[in-house]
């Protein structure tokens, strides 16, 4: 490990976590079952997340105003971007009922709860209608990690 923390081969984890999930998404006969790349993610980033609580902790440095700070810094700019970006296109190719589904998303995506609005306020069941018209159906996953960010920090300086 680089003195820094970085872990590069994490990184290499998360890439290949990353990718299988893509290559599901292409073909799924090209990594039957990639979608379990989402979970390992979510596993690697935990793990990461809660060595850095422990350790500025350990350290009297931690705080809970700079972590958070940290997570809209890396993760707010790239969301606000492809929402955005999705709203433009999505009115310009989208019928409106369609349309007002992917406000609705933008909206929860924006406050970190497209998991809840996905699972609760739209068909996302097997006989649901096309995922592509279901622009921002990806960003459930960020919902679930931000909602990690939102509570675990408080739990692990407790614990």
Same mark, same amino acid.
């Given at each position: 490990?680089i003195?820094?923390?970085?872990?590069?081969?994490?990184d290499?984890?998360?890439?290949i976590?990353?990718?299988?999930?893509?290559?599901?998404?292409i073909?799924?006969?090209?990594?039957?079952g990639?979608?379990?790349? *989402?979970?390992?993610f979510?596993?690697?980033?935990?793990?990461?997340?809660?060595?850095?609580i422990?350790?500025?902790?350990?350290?009297?440095?931690f705080?809970?105003?700079?972590?958070?700070?940290?997570? *809209?810094?890396?993760?707010?700019?790239?969301?606000?971007? *492809?929402?955005?970006?999705?709203?433009?296109?999505?009115?310009?190719i989208l019928i409106?009922?369609?349309?007002?589904?992917?406000?609705?998303?933008?909206?929860?995506?924006?406050?970190s709860?497209?998991?809840?609005?996905?699972?609760?306020?739209?068909?996302?069941?097997?006989?649901a209608e096309?995922?592509s018209?279901?622009?921002?159906?990806?960003?459930?996953?960020?919902g679930?990690?931000?909602q990690?960010?939102?509570f675990?920090?408080?739990?692990? *300086?407790?614990?």
């Amino acid at each position: 490990m680089i003195e820094s923390g970085y872990r590069g081969d994490i990184d290499g984890l998360r890439a290949i976590a990353v990718l299988s999930v893509v290559l599901f998404h292409i073909n799924p006969a090209l990594v039957p079952g990639g979608f379990a790349g *989402v979970d390992i993610f979510f596993v690697l980033s935990g793990y990461l997340i809660t060595t850095n609580i422990r350790n500025d902790v350990s350290a009297g440095r931690f705080s809970l105003s700079r972590f958070y700070a940290r997570r *809209v810094k890396r993760i707010i700019p790239a969301l606000a971007t *492809v929402v955005f970006a999705t709203l433009i296109a999505g009115q310009l190719i989208l019928i409106p009922e369609h349309f007002e589904e992917l406000a609705g998303s933008a909206i929860a995506s924006m406050l970190s709860a497209a998991n809840i609005y996905f699972t609760y306020f739209v068909d996302t069941g097997y006989f649901a209608e096309e995922s592509s018209t279901k622009p921002l159906l990806h960003i459930w996953s960020l919902g679930v990690e931000e909602q990690f960010y939102l509570f675990w920090p408080m739990i692990a *300086v407790v614990l």
